[in-house]
């Protein structure tokens, strides 16, 4: 694979209602902190790509908003309806093509503007599954029981990640949640749909994210230290809760796969520096640490609570608090692509991990029950 | 932009979009709707590469990508895969909370059904509880005419 | 560099007004299947799957995830585009990308709509924004009239002009076996048909339809083995600008158009758009659109465009035909609208066009509109390029 770098990252701050500015104000603020990082103007970018998605908008063609605001006059580009970790890789290949030396990409949520519920029950197919009335919560709920049941994993072990994240969310300056908590506290927190508990789950932000792809000769101009594209894969699962075993993570593991093979990984465990990943809810951090590899099936519990996904663990997960720190929706994993990057550059501030992060692992997931992940490699070399 | 704010009202415009939607649901869903609608049975359908029984039925196999053929009466009863007890409902469920919603293996599929318990104190909910479909009196062709599921024997 | 990419295969459904007998992933597996079965090819061959709608039309959403059952997405990378009435467009530009980048080798991509689900006028007036304009657009048809509103009174054209277009494509389309509408229509029934909104009548305006559309495209390395002569992408280009309705000043241009038409001949190397393309599917939605865009993509002066409609230069058997399917006022499922003109160009160029075989087909432009008056061009050859 060509050599494509990450050259620039912005951001909001992530919170709860930003009454103030709509979502095209939102990623226009984004997309110039990017620009402000690469030390670049508009002008240097020359494709852009958005991730939107018309449900959470409240508007079909969402992207119509946002493209202006992205620098889109004059300019080819395009969407990609779904995680920003979806829309960087179409974006990468723009790059990879040949057709672009620079794109630019946005990923946003105002989450806060809609009704959550109704918004994750249209993803339930209308005839056989809409009438259940049926969100995203209930679903993972359903998956949460169905993975811990099947490993023993045990609902203080979820917690652990609550507390672990939502604590490192205390040094992320764009974090919307981050809060000391105990385990006590994420286990008398109310029951929504059990296991799930209400900090089990990650907030509905608003928020956006920018970053900006570079070929390598164009990066070497823009940044002093590009965090390069070693791998990247994607893959969904079947789509009826049903058709699958909801304790498994069989797209996870191909995707994962693929990107290590890309990037030359052979042992994640030892090679990966640090990960973030798509914790929406506190069981899918364990979940997805075993379809990534970090540890074997089932063990996902037993790894966080031993210590090795903390921030000064062997291999920190969500040192910028992941989802349950904030999640604009959408945004969500273009956000751990620039969190990752920030470790590799050493700028993460008191996110840091280590000084020395050679390879850094970003992930993100489309649909519910994680149906459909996409998993990045980034390194520093 | 602080000194703005002091000045200037944000303000919030309420809105919905409110689009009705007529889904077709194609020969094959519409064979099991009315299927549940009628005669108070539950079909699914044969893929003749992984054998598997598909309930509900669709019209190619989502893993072989061929057409299913056989169809296949499964039973009204099966058992519980996983479940979850919902205890803060959304104006848009079927039961009030607390219910529980649950993927049942019915005797004779391959695949889960997703729906919902009901009649059923929730510390009995387990894994492998047998359970079997109620019928709604009020068909109409649509996945709530069976209401929900209980365990067998109660 | 990027890999050099073709497309190999193409498929598409009958497209109807309604169609009962399926629901939204038995139509996008139909077009699938008759994709890979085009290409002989299996699911299997396949490296990923890049699909697209435009939601609110069926109101499902993460449309990728809901379609794997008739995708064949399952365990392969599978991924949604939108964006409104260019999605085919955006969609088969995507499947260039995707596989020239050489992270794909084989992908499918499918575009589909099932209009008939929805009331399309109130999903489509959702895409303005809710402060500024939502109260007061009213869907598709007035924001077009507006358009030919403008082209009227600044170059003289007329109705009659305009219906001369319905006229032609509506002949071409009985050549087409996919198209929905298929009965010639004469200037008489255009110009008598109910008006929608001055001066657009019924006759003027695109259908609705239920349709979907699937495009193989393959990379250098194997298109010649999957399809000896397939149809090569040349280049792409697209423009999408302006937020809200109300940005767009001049209307009797199609501003898109002639951006993206421009930097398309440019990297082409075409001077006379009209000597050397061969055929053009363009993504007309209405009449007039026939009239004023081939001005604005540079086949004649502005003002001209009515000439060429009456000498037949547009016309099969004439110097460069447009829409030999029929295009879009024969048939519309508008997510795969698009990439239908797509694979209608791919057809012509490997001379599988049947009853609508333009002759000698090298080079072939096939174009996408929608959202705020956005363009998005693809340009296919049979050669392969350097």
Aim: glycine share 10%; with cysteine.
């Amino acid at each position: 694979m060509e050599r494509v770098a990450i050259v620039g990252i912005g951001q909001t701050k992530h919170e709860a209602r930003k009454k103030e500015v709509n979502f095209a104000e939102l990623v226009y603020e984004a997309v110039n902190n990017a620009l402000k990082d690469a030390g670049i103007g508009i002008g240097e970018i020359d494709n852009v790509v958005t991730t939107c998605n018309d449900f959470w908008d409240g508007r079909t063609i969402s992207s119509m908003a946002t493209g202006d605001v992205s620098g889109a006059r004059g300019k080819n580009v395009s969407v990609v309806e779904g995680d920003g970790t979806f829309g960087a890789f179409y974006g990468l290949t723009r790059i990879l093509s040949g057709a672009y030396g620079t794109t630019l990409v946005t990923a946003y949520s105002k989450g806060s503007e809609s009704i959550p519920y109704l918004i994750t029950n249209a993803a339930f197919d209308p005839i056989y599954m809409r009438s259940l009335g049926l969100d995203l919560v209930t679903a993972c709920a359903l998956q949460a029981r169905r993975y811990m049941k099947r490993y023993g994993i045990t609902e203080e072990e979820c917690a652990l990640v609550a507390v672990k994240n939502r604590g490192n969310a205390l040094a992320n300056p764009n974090a919307h949640q981050g809060m000391k908590i105990t385990v006590e506290e994420v286990m008398r927190s109310p029951k929504i749909a059990e296991p799930l508990k209400a900090f089990d789950l990650s907030p509905v932000s608003d928020g956006a994210c920018c970053i900006i792809l570079a070929r390598e000769d164009r990066a070497k101009k823009m940044s002093p230290r590009p965090a390069w594209v070693k791998g990247v894969s994607f893959c969904a699962d079947a789509y009826l809760l049903g058709d699958r075993d909801l304790s498994e993570c069989r797209a996870l593991e191909k995707a994962a796969q693929a990107a290590y093979r890309m990037a030359g990984v052979q042992k994640p465990r030892e090679e990966i520096d640090v990960a973030e990943i798509h914790d929406a809810f506190t069981y899918q951090e364990l979940l997805w640490t075993e379809g990534l590899g970090f540890c074997g099936p089932g063990e996902g519990g037993k790894l966080v609570a031993r210590g090795a996904t903390a921030k000064s663990g062997e291999l920190p997960v969500n040192p910028s608090g992941g989802l349950l720190g904030a999640h604009p929706v959408i945004a969500a994993g273009l956000i751990r692509i620039a969190e990752a990057a920030r470790q590799l550059r050493g700028d993460a501030g008191g996110m840091q991990v280590k000084e020395d992060v050679r390879l850094a692992l970003a992930h993100g997931v489309n649909g519910v029950c994680g149906q459909s992940h996409c998993v990045w490699i980034l390194g520093r070399n | 932009m602080k000194d703005f704010w002091t000045e200037v009202e944000p303000i919030v415009y309420e809105g919905r979009i409110k689009i009705p939607y007529s889904w077709q649901a194609g020969e094959t869903a519409s064979f099991f709707l009315t299927q549940l609608r009628d005669r108070e049975k539950i079909w699914g359908k044969h893929c003749p590469e992984c054998g598997k029984v598909l309930v509900p039925p669709r019209k190619s196999c989502p893993f072989c990508f061929v057409d299913t053929e056989k169809w296949v009466e499964v039973s009204d009863e099966g058992v519980v895969e996983t479940f979850t007890l919902v205890r803060e409902g959304t104006p848009i469920q079927p039961l009030k909370a607390p219910f529980a919603y649950a993927v049942i293996r019915l005797d004779g599929a391959s695949t889960g059904l997703v729906h919902v318990l009901s009649e059923v104190e929730p510390e009995k909910i387990r894994e492998g509880l047998r359970v079997k479909a109620v019928f709604s009196k009020d068909r109409k062709g649509s996945l709530l005419d069976i209401a929900y599921f209980k365990p067998v024997g109660s | 560099m990027g890999k050099r990419v073709a497309i190999v295969g193409t498929g598409q459904t009958h497209h109807r007004s309604v169609r009962r007998d399926v629901n939204g992933q038995e139509l996008i597996h139909e077009a699938a299947v008759r994709a890979l079965q085009d290409a002989a090819l299996t699911i299997r061959d396949v490296d990923g799957v890049v699909i697209g709608n435009m939601d609110h039309f069926e109101g499902i959403n993460y449309v990728d995830c809901w379609s794997i059952d008739g995708s064949g997405g399952y365990l392969k990378p599978t991924i949604k585009l939108t964006t409104g009435g260019t999605t085919g467009a955006t969609l088969a530009i995507a499947g260039y990308h995707m596989v020239a980048s050489g992270m794909f080798e084989k992908l499918l991509v499918i575009g589909w709509e099932k209009n008939s689900e929805s009331d399309t006028t109130g999903a489509i007036s959702t895409c303005a924004d809710p402060i500024i304009e939502r109260q007061i657009v009213a869907g598709a048809i007035s924001g077009l009239a507006l358009e030919a509103q403008a082209y009227m009174h600044r170059y003289g054209a007329t109705p009659k002009d305009a219906a001369r277009v319905s006229v032609r494509d509506r002949r071409h389309a009985c050549n087409n076996p996919y198209a929905q509408l298929r009965g010639e229509i004469t200037i008489e029934d255009v110009l008598n048909s109910p008006k929608l909104a001055d001066p657009l009548r019924l006759l003027d305006m695109c259908p609705r339809s239920d349709g979907a559309c699937a495009v193989i495209f393959a990379s250098e390395d194997v298109a010649e083995k999957i399809c000896p002569a397939p149809a090569w992408v040349l280049a792409t280009a697209n423009r999408h600008m302006y937020s809200d309705y109300t940005d767009v000043v001049e209307m009797s241009s199609l501003l898109s158009m002639v951006e993206a038409s421009r930097e398309l001949w440019k990297k082409l190397n075409i001077r006379e758009p009209l000597k050397e393309v061969d055929v053009i599917e363009l993504y007309q939605p209405y009449s007039w659109a026939g009239l004023i865009w081939i001005e604005d993509m540079g086949l004649c002066k502005k003002g001209e465009g009515p000439r060429l409609l009456w000498d037949g230069v547009t016309d099969m058997g004439g110097e460069l035909p447009i829409n030999p399917s029929g295009g879009v006022v024969a048939t519309n499922p508008i997510g795969a609208t698009g990439l239908i003109r797509c694979a209608e160009v791919a057809l012509q160029i490997q001379g599988k066009a049947g009853a609508k075989q333009v002759p000698d087909v090298k080079l072939g432009v096939a174009t996408g509109f929608g959202g705020n008056w956005w363009t998005d061009m693809l340009a296919l050859g049979k050669k392969k390029p350097l």
